[in-house]
């Protein structure tokens, strides 16, 4: 199984975790206002940068990672996406961020950084490509309108703006899963050992990348679910820049199919249960329609808390990239999390754990359709639906920025026929 170009959970995840071998050295590295670019030329081009294609980072933990980046990219098993661009001649760009977590719009403007160095590094007058991967996709987009529409800014001489997996309608963070990560902070986020664990995540959970992308946040136990202020400014700046660039073609891929049929996740179902030390009947569901109590919470020897939502749509099984797809290399899920933070809290969970869950919908991936909408989410998904000039959906639902020839190729060929 493939690692993801991006872990989601990154490196404050507790218990074993996939170690990479170190990527190759770049032939060049670019320092920049919050981030750093990580280039490596096409052997066809002689160790100058002819054809750029700016490939960035999305959301996770801390810092940028080269050998995670390169491992997802290129040595995933499956399809090796950087050899295959330096085989058409294209010069590869992975920019990283100092804090993947800061705001989209913040970390735009590293992008803007970016792409201005490889317009002035670049040799000749070769159309640059621009896009990321997950939140990454955002990033590049709000660069790339904002490069249009402010005057004080250059053209960003870029014919091809390219979305991997991107949260364009929002993301999923099951808001069980939101409520216990606060909970289990408020009880034991003090505590020897994994109490940093337990600030770390709901820190994440709580950070303005997070709170952007999300489409349901809570701040807190007893928070109704809602978008989060950070999320509607996001939007509202977005919008005022026109939504998206428009003097280039804009393509896009999801790691779930278009086909309208779900993970198999079904709602209302208990993803996880524990008890034991510190817990009592404590359990998460999965989300569905109507009301419902998605959470029971119950320090041990304390009146439980329960957490309800009204009006959601039934998600954690609709098709899309899946939230961090479970794997041997120590990635948990999204319920898994929880269930692996039970156990270390001194509990026993039970054995029949629903790990994962829909992250990205393909709708959103696709920007296709509101993801508020339980009939969109399942529909299938035809052009006229997205805003994107050109998509394709996985043949399967997979895990979140999963690379496959499936996908990896499409967007080859796609940057190839623009020219």
């Known amino acids: 199984m493939s690692a993801p170009v991006v872990d989601v959970w990154g ?6 975790r996939a170690s990479f071998p ?12 919050g981030g750093t670019a990580w280039v490596y030329y096409s052997p066809l081009n002689r160790r100058q940068l002819v054809r750029p294609v700016i490939l960035s980072d999305g959301f996770s933990s801390g810092s940028s990672n080269l050998d995670q980046l390169w491992n997802g990219l290129e040595e995933n098993g499956d399809y090796r996406f950087v050899s295959e661009l330096h085989a058409t001649g294209r010069d590869v760009i992975i920019l990283g961020y100092d804090d993947r977590t800061a705001s989209i719009t913040d970390n735009a403007d590293t992008a803007i950084d970016c792409i201005r160095r490889a317009i002035a590094e670049r ?83 709580n950070s303005p990348a997070a709170k952007q992308m999300a489409r349901w946040h809570i701040e807190k136990v007893g928070d109704t679910p809602k978008q989060a202020r950070e999320r509607v400014a996001f939007l509202q700046a977005l919008d005022e820049l026109g939504g998206w660039p428009r003097n280039l073609r804009k393509i896009g891929v999801a790691n779930g199919v278009d086909t309208g049929t779900g993970n198999g996740v079904k709602a209302d179902a208990t993803a996880v249960k524990c008890n034991g030390a510190t817990m009592n009947d404590t359990w998460l569901k999965t989300q569905a329609q ?10 041990t020897g304390e009146e439980p808390t329960s957490v309800r ?34 156990a270390l809290l001194g509990n026993t969970v039970d054995p029949d754990v629903i790990s994962t869950s829909c992250f990205i919908p393909s709708i959103s991936a696709a920007a296709a359709g509101d993801i508020n909408d339980p ?13 994107l000039d050109a998509f394709t959906c996985a043949g399967r639902n997979e895990g979140h920025t999963t690379m496959t020839e499936e996908l990896g190729a499409w967007i080859v060929n796609e940057i190839v026929a623009t020219g």
């Open 22 to 33: 170190p990527a190759p050295e770049p032939h060049d590295e670019w320092s920049l206002a």
């Open 11 to 16: 490196p404050v995840a507790p218990g074993p």
């Open 123 to 205: 040799v000749g007058r070769a159309k640059l490509t621009v896009g990321g991967f997950s939140m990454g996709g955002l990033v590049t987009r709000f660069a790339l309108a904002k490069m249009e529409q402010d005057p004080e800014l250059p053209d960003h001489e870029t014919s091809v703006y390219l979305s991997y997996d991107t949260p364009h309608r929002g993301a999923w963070l099951p808001i069980s899963l939101q409520a216990f990560t606060h909970f289990a902070t408020d009880n034991w986020g003090d505590t020897d050992g994994l109490g940093p664990v337990l600030r770390q995540f709901s820190g994440l959970l």
């Open 290 to 299: 109507g009301e419902q109590v998605v959470a029971r919470l119950q320090k």
């Open 309 to 342: 939502t009204n009006g959601l749509p039934d998600i954690d099984g609709a098709p899309g990239g899946l939230f961090t797809l479970a794997s041997p290399t120590g990635d948990t899920g999204s319920f898994g999390l929880a269930a692996l933070l039970m």
């Open 375 to 387: 009939k969109a989410l399942y529909r299938p998904i035809t052009p006229d639906h997205s805003e």
